[in-house]
Protein backbone atom coordinates (compact mmCIF):
# COMPACT_ATOMS: atom_id res chain seq x y z
CA UNK A 1 0.00 0.00 0.00
CA UNK A 2 1.58 3.20 -0.52
CA UNK A 3 0.00 6.08 1.12
CA UNK A 4 0.74 9.75 0.48
CA UNK A 5 0.98 12.55 2.75
CA UNK A 6 -0.36 16.25 1.59
CA UNK A 7 1.14 19.36 2.50
CA UNK A 8 -0.57 22.98 2.51
CA UNK A 9 1.78 25.76 2.58
CA UNK A 10 -0.55 28.92 3.97
CA UNK A 11 0.69 31.84 2.06
CA UNK A 12 -0.12 35.28 4.15
CA UNK A 13 -1.05 38.15 2.37
CA UNK A 14 -0.46 41.64 2.79
CA UNK A 15 -2.70 43.76 4.02
CA UNK A 16 -5.29 45.31 1.05
CA UNK A 17 -6.62 48.96 1.95
CA UNK A 18 -9.05 48.53 -1.18
CA UNK A 19 -11.00 45.76 0.41
CA UNK A 20 -11.90 48.33 3.32
CA UNK A 21 -12.36 51.79 0.70
CA UNK A 22 -12.10 52.54 -2.57
CA UNK A 23 -12.38 55.78 -4.58
CA UNK A 24 -15.28 54.65 -5.99
CA UNK A 25 -17.03 55.05 -2.54
CA UNK A 26 -15.36 58.00 -1.28
CA UNK A 27 -16.31 59.68 -4.55
CA UNK A 28 -19.87 58.65 -4.34
CA UNK A 29 -23.07 61.53 -4.38
CA UNK A 30 -24.81 61.32 -1.31
CA UNK A 31 -27.92 62.60 0.81
CA UNK A 32 -25.79 64.16 4.20
CA UNK A 33 -27.96 61.54 5.58
CA UNK A 34 -26.59 59.13 3.50
CA UNK A 35 -23.17 59.82 4.00
CA UNK A 36 -23.28 60.18 7.96
CA UNK A 37 -24.85 56.53 7.93
CA UNK A 38 -21.90 55.82 4.97
CA UNK A 39 -19.32 56.93 7.40
CA UNK A 40 -20.75 55.96 10.39
CA UNK A 41 -20.47 52.22 9.11
CA UNK A 42 -16.97 52.50 7.37
CA UNK A 43 -15.42 53.50 10.58
CA UNK A 44 -17.13 50.48 12.58
CA UNK A 45 -15.55 48.57 9.85
CA UNK A 46 -12.44 50.00 9.97
CA UNK A 47 -12.09 49.58 14.10
CA UNK A 48 -13.05 45.74 13.33
CA UNK A 49 -10.28 45.12 10.83
CA UNK A 50 -6.83 45.03 13.38
CA UNK A 51 -4.90 44.89 9.89
CA UNK A 52 -5.84 48.41 8.91
CA UNK A 53 -5.00 49.63 12.31
CA UNK A 54 -1.76 51.82 10.82
CA UNK A 55 -2.91 52.70 7.77
CA UNK A 56 -6.12 54.37 9.47
CA UNK A 57 -4.32 55.84 12.57
CA UNK A 58 -1.57 57.22 10.53
CA UNK A 59 -3.95 58.45 7.48
CA UNK A 60 -2.21 56.25 5.04
CA UNK A 61 -3.66 56.58 1.54
CA UNK A 62 -7.37 56.80 0.95
CA UNK A 63 -7.78 56.88 4.86
CA UNK A 64 -6.34 60.42 4.83
CA UNK A 65 -9.20 61.43 2.39
CA UNK A 66 -11.66 59.63 4.50
CA UNK A 67 -10.48 61.05 7.75
CA UNK A 68 -9.31 64.54 6.79
CA UNK A 69 -12.01 65.73 4.38
CA UNK A 70 -14.92 62.79 3.90
CA UNK A 71 -15.39 62.82 7.45
CA UNK A 72 -15.52 66.12 8.41
CA UNK A 73 -17.75 67.03 5.30
CA UNK A 74 -20.17 64.41 6.52
CA UNK A 75 -20.20 66.36 10.17
CA UNK A 76 -20.79 69.77 8.40
CA UNK A 77 -23.65 68.31 6.59
CA UNK A 78 -25.14 67.06 9.22
CA UNK A 79 -25.11 69.68 10.63
CA UNK A 80 -26.33 72.07 7.81
CA UNK A 81 -28.62 69.95 6.29
CA UNK A 82 -29.74 67.45 8.81
CA UNK A 83 -32.74 65.33 7.27
CA UNK A 84 -32.93 67.36 3.55
CA UNK A 85 -33.26 64.90 0.08
CA UNK A 86 -32.41 67.83 -1.89
CA UNK A 87 -28.62 68.35 -0.57
CA UNK A 88 -26.60 65.81 -2.54
CA UNK A 89 -22.97 65.69 -1.46
CA UNK A 90 -20.07 64.80 -3.66
CA UNK A 91 -16.49 64.60 -2.63
CA UNK A 92 -13.87 65.49 -4.83
CA UNK A 93 -10.07 63.10 -4.86
CA UNK A 94 -8.94 65.40 -8.09
CA UNK A 95 -6.19 68.25 -6.98
CA UNK A 96 -8.31 71.01 -7.54
CA UNK A 97 -9.11 73.93 -5.66
CA UNK A 98 -12.22 72.21 -3.61
CA UNK A 99 -12.77 69.01 -2.00
CA UNK A 100 -16.21 68.64 -2.45
CA UNK A 101 -19.05 69.80 -3.83
CA UNK A 102 -22.58 70.02 -2.23
CA UNK A 103 -25.64 70.47 -5.13
CA UNK A 104 -28.84 72.18 -4.06
CA UNK A 105 -31.64 70.79 -5.85
CA UNK A 106 -34.38 72.76 -4.35
CA UNK A 107 -33.14 75.58 -6.45
CA UNK A 108 -34.04 75.66 -10.39
CA UNK A 109 -31.37 75.22 -12.03
CA UNK A 110 -29.64 73.36 -8.84
CA UNK A 111 -26.66 75.47 -7.31
CA UNK A 112 -23.33 74.07 -6.16
CA UNK A 113 -21.25 75.59 -3.52
CA UNK A 114 -17.53 74.30 -3.20
CA UNK A 115 -16.03 73.34 -0.46
CA UNK A 116 -12.55 73.08 0.61
CA UNK A 117 -11.77 71.19 4.40
CA UNK A 118 -8.49 71.24 6.35
CA UNK A 119 -7.90 69.80 9.34
CA UNK A 120 -5.23 70.44 12.32
CA UNK A 121 -3.78 66.87 11.92
CA UNK A 122 0.18 68.01 12.13
CA UNK A 123 3.24 66.66 12.23
CA UNK A 124 2.48 66.74 16.12
CA UNK A 125 -0.02 64.53 15.56
CA UNK A 126 1.20 62.13 13.25
CA UNK A 127 4.26 61.54 15.80
CA UNK A 128 1.45 60.62 18.32
CA UNK A 129 -0.25 58.23 16.34
CA UNK A 130 2.97 56.72 15.75
CA UNK A 131 4.11 56.41 18.88
CA UNK A 132 0.58 54.91 19.73
CA UNK A 133 1.21 52.71 16.99
CA UNK A 134 4.34 51.41 19.04
CA UNK A 135 3.00 51.18 21.90
CA UNK A 136 -0.31 51.24 22.01
CA UNK A 137 -1.01 54.32 24.20
CA UNK A 138 -0.01 57.81 24.19
CA UNK A 139 -0.51 61.48 26.05
CA UNK A 140 -2.65 63.23 23.85
CA UNK A 141 -1.96 66.30 25.37
CA UNK A 142 1.67 66.70 25.63
CA UNK A 143 3.59 67.39 22.39
CA UNK A 144 6.00 64.66 21.06
CA UNK A 145 9.71 65.06 20.45
CA UNK A 146 11.40 63.11 17.73
CA UNK A 147 14.74 62.28 16.93
CA UNK A 148 16.50 60.81 14.06
CA UNK A 149 14.43 60.38 10.17
CA UNK A 150 12.36 58.24 8.66
CA UNK A 151 15.22 55.95 6.39
CA UNK A 152 17.01 55.78 9.81
CA UNK A 153 14.37 55.26 12.26
CA UNK A 154 12.41 57.92 14.56
CA UNK A 155 12.24 57.87 18.04
CA UNK A 156 9.97 59.02 19.51
CA UNK A 157 9.32 60.76 23.02
CA UNK A 158 5.75 61.53 24.59
CA UNK A 159 5.93 62.43 28.22
CA UNK A 160 3.03 61.07 30.52
CA UNK A 161 2.84 64.26 32.17
CA UNK A 162 0.21 66.40 33.40
CA UNK A 163 -1.18 69.92 31.17
CA UNK A 164 -2.67 72.77 31.85
CA UNK A 165 -6.08 72.92 30.63
CA UNK A 166 -5.71 76.71 29.28
CA UNK A 167 -2.50 75.75 27.48
CA UNK A 168 -3.81 72.75 25.49
CA UNK A 169 -7.09 75.39 24.52
CA UNK A 170 -4.95 78.28 23.54
CA UNK A 171 -2.58 75.84 21.33
CA UNK A 172 -5.70 73.94 19.67
CA UNK A 173 -7.22 77.99 18.95
CA UNK A 174 -3.91 78.75 17.67
CA UNK A 175 -4.06 75.52 15.01
CA UNK A 176 -7.31 76.57 13.82
CA UNK A 177 -6.47 80.10 13.21
CA UNK A 178 -3.23 78.53 11.32
CA UNK A 179 -5.56 76.96 8.89
CA UNK A 180 -7.33 79.95 8.12
CA UNK A 181 -4.24 81.98 7.56
CA UNK A 182 -3.36 78.96 5.19
CA UNK A 183 -6.55 79.56 3.41
CA UNK A 184 -6.41 83.46 3.40
CA UNK A 185 -5.16 85.84 0.19
CA UNK A 186 -2.09 86.36 -0.81
CA UNK A 187 -0.62 88.98 -2.29
CA UNK A 188 0.79 88.79 -6.26
CA UNK A 189 -0.63 85.31 -6.12
CA UNK A 190 -3.57 83.89 -8.02
CA UNK A 191 -6.44 83.84 -6.04
CA UNK A 192 -7.55 79.45 -5.67
CA UNK A 193 -10.55 80.79 -4.01
CA UNK A 194 -14.33 82.52 -4.41
CA UNK A 195 -17.68 83.19 -3.33
CA UNK A 196 -18.66 80.38 -4.67
CA UNK A 197 -16.39 78.75 -1.93
CA UNK A 198 -17.27 77.46 1.56
CA UNK A 199 -13.96 76.60 4.00
CA UNK A 200 -14.48 73.65 6.55
CA UNK A 201 -11.52 73.48 9.49
CA UNK A 202 -11.63 69.96 11.65
CA UNK A 203 -10.34 70.02 14.94
CA UNK A 204 -10.20 66.87 17.03
CA UNK A 205 -12.40 67.94 20.54
CA UNK A 206 -12.81 64.26 21.70
CA UNK A 207 -12.93 63.92 25.02
CA UNK A 208 -11.67 67.25 26.73
CA UNK A 209 -13.46 70.37 24.90
CA UNK A 210 -16.42 71.56 26.65
CA UNK A 211 -18.87 73.21 24.39
CA UNK A 212 -20.79 75.04 26.97
CA UNK A 213 -17.73 77.03 27.81
CA UNK A 214 -15.46 76.59 25.05
CA UNK A 215 -17.35 77.25 22.14
CA UNK A 216 -17.98 80.85 23.21
CA UNK A 217 -14.02 80.98 23.36
CA UNK A 218 -14.15 79.38 20.28
CA UNK A 219 -16.16 82.20 18.75
CA UNK A 220 -14.29 84.96 20.29
CA UNK A 221 -10.89 83.91 19.27
CA UNK A 222 -12.18 83.25 15.41
CA UNK A 223 -14.08 86.96 15.64
CA UNK A 224 -10.77 88.93 16.71
CA UNK A 225 -8.20 86.48 14.67
CA UNK A 226 -9.91 85.09 11.47
CA UNK A 227 -12.76 87.06 10.58
CA UNK A 228 -10.31 89.84 10.15
CA UNK A 229 -8.25 88.26 7.75
CA UNK A 230 -8.37 88.33 3.91
CA UNK A 231 -10.41 85.08 3.15
CA UNK A 232 -12.87 85.33 -0.29
CA UNK A 233 -15.05 82.75 0.95
CA UNK A 234 -19.25 82.62 1.18
CA UNK A 235 -18.83 80.74 4.92
CA UNK A 236 -16.35 80.05 7.18
CA UNK A 237 -16.48 76.81 9.96
CA UNK A 238 -15.34 75.17 12.62
CA UNK A 239 -16.27 71.34 12.65
CA UNK A 240 -15.36 69.12 16.22
CA UNK A 241 -14.56 65.78 14.80
CA UNK A 242 -16.77 64.52 17.84
CA UNK A 243 -19.81 66.17 16.07
CA UNK A 244 -20.37 67.99 19.28
CA UNK A 245 -19.20 71.38 18.07
CA UNK A 246 -19.58 73.78 15.04
CA UNK A 247 -18.85 77.04 14.90
CA UNK A 248 -20.34 78.90 11.43
CA UNK A 249 -19.66 82.62 9.99
CA UNK A 250 -21.63 83.43 6.94
CA UNK A 251 -19.80 85.90 5.02
CA UNK A 252 -21.85 85.88 1.64
CA UNK A 253 -25.79 84.91 2.48
CA UNK A 254 -26.57 84.47 -1.33
CA UNK A 255 -24.63 81.37 -1.15
CA UNK A 256 -26.74 80.06 2.11
CA UNK A 257 -27.86 76.49 1.71
CA UNK A 258 -28.70 76.32 5.06
CA UNK A 259 -32.41 77.84 4.64
Known amino acids: ?14 FDPDSLITAQELMAPRSPTELARWVENKCR ?38 GRS ?71 RVENEAINRTDHLERTFSLIGSRFEEKSIRPNEPQKYGRGHVLI ?5 WGWFEPT ?21 AGLYVVGLSGETFVSFELNKIQDLST
Not at 126 to 148: C, D, I, T, W
Request: proline share 5%; with cysteine; hydrophobic share 45%.
Open 86 to 156: DIECVPNLDNRDFDAILIDYSKIPPSEVKVEITTTFDRDEHLRMEYFVQHGEVNVFVKPLASGTKKSGHQI
Open 1 to 14: MVSAQVSFIVIEMP
Open 45 to 82: LFASCAEAKEWVLLHVGLFKKFYEEVYPLSLFATHLYA
Open 201 to 205: VAFDD
Open 213 to 233: QDIPALKGFLEKHVLTMPLNF
